[in-house]
């Protein structure tokens, strides 16, 4: 089983559509969660992390899911600056340097 | 905006010559890291660095592989002999936590 794993898509939608990622981990001692965003040839870049109780960042919702070990990311009337990679990431260990592991990225093309 | 900086941009190498990747994070932080992604796949954690020294390595960063932070101010990766397989977009990071990482735009190395 892959450490973090993401439907690769590729999710086409219209301007203003709603949009939803999952994304498992498979380490259940995982600590913290986040998406980034990676724009074609760019460096990622983080999008929000991801709390237990789930947060907001004005039209993008993070939720956590530690029973099932499941992460999800909203995003609500989607623009065409959102056409990137989102990629889910998780901080596996407590320690100072831990590693993040990234998943392979669900691709969003949002459209005119 | 402070930014992660990362020199070269592209680097085009011979097999089996040595390649340092230099880079300077941003400067108030603590965690430093490397990070690569071979085109068309994930990115994927090589080595992290805390308190002056390694704190975690992956099973990519092998004996060929170093990192140094030789000053203040940046952070070095050193392959010793490269390979075909070495060639990819590596990216520096930092962050003042583990999970919230600023990353480089990343230096693109070919291996020929």
């Known amino acids: 089983r892959k450490e973090v794993e993401q439907d690769p898509g590729p999710f086409n939608v219209p301007e203003g559509a709603t949009v939803a990622f999952n994304c498992t981990y498979s380490?259940?001692?995982?600590?913290?969660f986040f998406w980034y965003r990676q724009d074609c040839r760019k460096e990622p870049k983080l999008l929000m992390s991801?709390?237990?109780s789930g947060n907001e960042d004005g039209r993008f919702t993070a939720q956590l899911n530690r029973a099932s070990q499941y992460i999800s990311l909203l995003i609500r009337d989607s623009k065409l600056s959102d056409s990137a990679t989102y990629l889910c990431v998780v901080n596996q260990g407590a320690a100072s340097g831990s590693r993040l592991t990234f998943g392979e990225g669900t691709q969003l093309t949002v459209n005119p | 905006e402070p930014e992660v900086t990362q020199t070269p941009s592209h680097q085009v190498t011979q097999m089996g010559q040595e390649v340092i990747l230099r880079c300077v994070p941003i400067?108030?932080?603590?965690?430093f890291y490397w990070y690569r992604q071979i085109l068309g796949q994930k990115v994927e954690f090589l080595v992290s660095f805390y308190n002056n020294e390694i704190s975690e390595k992956s099973e990519i960063f092998d004996d060929q592989f170093s990192v140094e932070r030789p000053d203040g101010s940046n952070f070095t990766l050193k392959i010793r002999s490269t390979k075909l397989e070495d060639s990819a977009m590596y990216f520096c990071?930092?962050?003042?936590?583990?999970?919230?990482?600023?990353f480089g735009e990343g230096s693109r190395l070919t291996v020929l």
């Open positions: 990071a930092s962050g003042v936590n583990t999970g919230e990482l600023f």
């Open positions: 400067s108030n932080h603590l965690y």
């Open positions: 380490n259940s001692a995982s600590q913290s």
């Open positions: 991801v709390y237990s």
